[in-house]
């Protein structure tokens, strides 16, 4: 593996995107070692953040809003006596957005509920013989706590993406938080109120980061300020590494969809994508942090060569430019140059990214052979920007290669799968010697009694 710099210390190159290259070419890497070669973020892991998150986690536990309000004035700059957001405020917020805000969120809900209403899975009932029937029902969570993220950009998006599915699944009690804005008096930004009163949500919070976390999971008790903070049973949304690592901490104490940490996207492409194409959407997500890894994988160096270039002149040009280069010269982007498109596709499967992207000559059918990814956005006309707002799918997704084992936010993540087992007499008759059996086998043998006292 070679990682190089290509670019240069002369004046002209100061202000140009240090868009790494990791050349994997000429090499036969296992899983592992593919692992270790793509870019990566370096410095503050998740280990690094534990024992800070963990300082919050337990402040919350036995602060409660008192400690939350701490909180808020010492990560946001705010005084609170409750974090809960006042009805009134939702009106308005939703009354004052803007009429073409209101239409695209409008359009985004209703793709988003058609593709969460067909994701809901059917129950089922087997009959293994006669009065032998087992069933799968699947049952919504009674309540959620839903994360929408604050910071260097506004998420009324994430809003939809976290409600719009547990509606589907028929989640009756749904609470949303997200960070107090100190230019908004301390509540979260309007048009993040606007969405959530846009979906019917009265339940929002002003409480950012991993406080926010620490309080879905474990509740908070009623003051004099305000009402309790009731716990929840399933925690979900995207935010920084805090949030992530919270969501990791208190898994166990409460369901979560996945560590969506910080975005990244990776892009395969081979001689036949359009450079302009691959540039713009490797900078769309550089836009969200100056920590967002882009990532393209090809086997073409003039391809490589012609994305640098549009990268330097595309970045210049966008709003957020210095925050777009910050992202593009870090350790976790770059170019991975491998040797054709089966390594490529190894590659992307090493990589695991929250979002991949397809380029290349039969790009469904590229797309249909990767096993590790959150959302795979197919040819030159469904850019990761689609899957942010108006595609239909999701975007709240795992990130950090945890796409190798984890899926992103739907209907599933809020229902639990309860099987129903209904036996009849005759039926455990007949299996009843099968089960005396086993139990022997494991030296159990009150198992087998506890069928053969029935017919005794």
Request: aromatic fraction near 4%; charged fraction near 15%.
């Given at each position: 593996?070679?990682i190089?710099?290509?670019?240069?210390?002369?004046?002209?190159?100061?202000?140009?995107?240090?868009?790494?290259?990791?050349d994997?070419?000429g090499?036969?890497?296992?899983?592992?070692?593919?692992?270790?070669?793509?870019?990566?973020?370096?410095?503050?892991?998740?280990?690094?953040?534990?024992?800070?998150?963990?300082?919050?986690?337990?402040?919350?536990r036995?602060?409660?809003?008192?400690?939350?309000?701490?909180?808020?004035?010492?990560?946001?700059?705010?005084?609170?006596?409750?974090?809960?957001?006042?009805?009134?405020?939702?009106?308005?917020?939703?009354?004052?957005?803007?009429?073409?805000?209101?239409?695209?969120?409008?359009?985004s809900?209703?793709?988003?509920?058609?593709?969460?209403?067909?994701?809901?899975?059917?129950?089922?009932?087997?009959?293994?013989?006669?009065?032998?029937?087992?069933?799968?029902?699947?049952?919504?969570?009674?309540?959620?706590?839903?994360?929408?993220?604050?910071?260097?950009?506004?998420?009324?998006?994430?809003?939809?993406?976290?409600?719009?599915?547990?509606?589907?699944?028929?989640?009756?009690?749904?609470?949303?938080a997200?960070?107090?804005?100190?230019?908004?008096?301390?509540?979260?930004?309007?048009?993040?109120?606007?969405?959530?009163?846009?979906?019917?949500?009265?339940?929002?919070?002003?409480?950012?980061?991993?406080?926010?976390?620490?309080?879905?999971?474990?509740?908070?008790?009623?003051t004099?300020?305000?009402?309790?903070?009731?716990?929840?049973?399933?925690?979900?949304?995207?935010?920084?590494?805090?949030?992530?690592?919270?969501?990791?901490?208190?898994?166990?104490?409460?369901?979560?969809?996945?560590?969506?940490?910080?975005?990244?996207?990776?892009?395969?492409?081979?001689?036949?994508?359009?450079?302009?194409?691959?540039?713009?959407?490797?900078?769309?997500?550089?836009?969200?942090?100056?920590k967002?890894?882009?990532?393209?994988?090809?086997?073409?160096?003039?391809?490589?060569?012609?994305?640098?270039?549009?990268?330097?002149?595309?970045?210049?040009?966008?709003?957020?430019?210095?925050?777009?280069?910050?992202?593009l010269?870090?350790?976790?982007?770059?170019?991975?140059?491998?040797?054709?498109?089966?390594?490529?596709?190894?590659?992307?499967?090493?990589?695991?990214?929250?979002?991949?992207?397809?380029?290349?000559?039969?790009?469904?059918?590229?797309?249909?052979?990767?096993?590790?990814?959150?959302?795979?956005?197919?040819?030159?006309?469904?850019?990761?920007?689609?899957g942010?707002?108006?595609?239909?799918?999701?975007h709240?997704?795992?990130?950090?290669?945890?796409?190798?084992?984890?899926?992103?936010?739907?209907?599933?993540?809020?229902?639990?799968?309860?099987?129903?087992?209904?036996?009849?007499?005759?039926?455990?008759?007949?299996?009843?010697?099968?089960?005396?059996?086993?139990?022997g086998?494991?030296?159990?043998?009150?198992?087998?009694?506890?069928?053969?006292v029935?017919?005794?």
């Amino acid at each position: 593996m070679t990682i190089s710099s290509e670019n240069s210390a002369s004046p002209a190159a100061t202000a140009a995107v240090d868009f790494r290259t990791v050349d994997l070419r000429g090499q036969s890497l296992t899983l592992a070692g593919l692992r270790a070669a793509v870019p990566r973020a370096q410095g503050q892991t998740v280990a690094d953040a534990e024992a800070k998150v963990q300082d919050i986690i337990s402040a919350v536990r036995q602060g409660g809003f008192a400690a939350l309000g701490q909180l808020a004035r010492r990560f946001d700059g705010v005084a609170q006596d409750h974090p809960l957001v006042p009805a009134e405020a939702l009106a308005s917020a939703l009354e004052e957005l803007d009429p073409s805000v209101r239409g695209a969120l409008e359009e985004s809900i209703s793709r988003a509920r058609r593709f969460a209403d067909g994701q809901r899975p059917r129950n089922i009932e087997v009959q293994l013989g006669d009065g032998a029937v087992v069933a799968q029902n699947w049952v919504p969570v009674a309540r959620v706590g839903l994360y929408v993220p604050g910071g260097l950009a506004v998420y009324p998006s994430s809003v939809i993406m976290n409600v719009v599915p547990a509606l589907a699944a028929g989640v009756q009690s749904i609470a949303l938080a997200s960070p107090p804005q100190k230019e908004f008096g301390g509540l979260p930004h309007p048009t993040i109120l606007a969405a959530a009163a846009l979906l019917g949500i009265t339940e929002v919070y002003a409480i950012g980061g991993a406080q926010a976390i620490a309080a879905f999971a474990y509740g908070v008790p009623a003051t004099e300020a305000g009402p309790a903070l009731e716990a929840v049973d399933v925690v979900t949304g995207p935010g920084n590494i805090f949030v992530a690592t919270a969501k990791r901490l208190v898994k166990g104490v409460v369901g979560i969809d996945s560590e969506a940490g910080t975005t990244e996207i990776a892009i395969l492409a081979d001689s036949t994508a359009q450079p302009r194409l691959v540039a713009a959407d490797l900078i769309s997500q550089a836009e969200h942090d100056p920590k967002a890894a882009s990532v393209l994988i090809t086997d073409s160096e003039d391809l490589a060569a012609a994305v640098r270039a549009e990268l330097d002149r595309q970045a210049a040009a966008t709003r957020h430019s210095a925050r777009v280069r910050e992202a593009l010269s870090g350790p976790q982007s770059g170019v991975v140059l491998v040797d054709n498109l089966e390594q490529g596709i190894a590659a992307c499967d090493a990589y695991a990214a929250e979002h991949l992207e397809i380029m290349t000559q039969d790009a469904p059918g590229v797309a249909a052979r990767i096993r590790n990814a959150g959302a795979i956005f197919v040819g030159d006309y469904s850019p990761v920007s689609l899957g942010d707002y108006c595609a239909g799918s999701n975007h709240v997704l795992p990130t950090s290669g945890t796409a190798a084992f984890s899926s992103g936010l739907n209907v599933t993540t809020f229902l639990r799968a309860i099987q129903v087992v209904n036996y009849t007499r005759d039926a455990l008759a007949e299996v009843s010697g099968h089960i005396v059996s086993l139990s022997g086998a494991e030296d159990l043998p009150a198992h087998g009694d506890a069928v053969t006292v029935r017919f005794s």
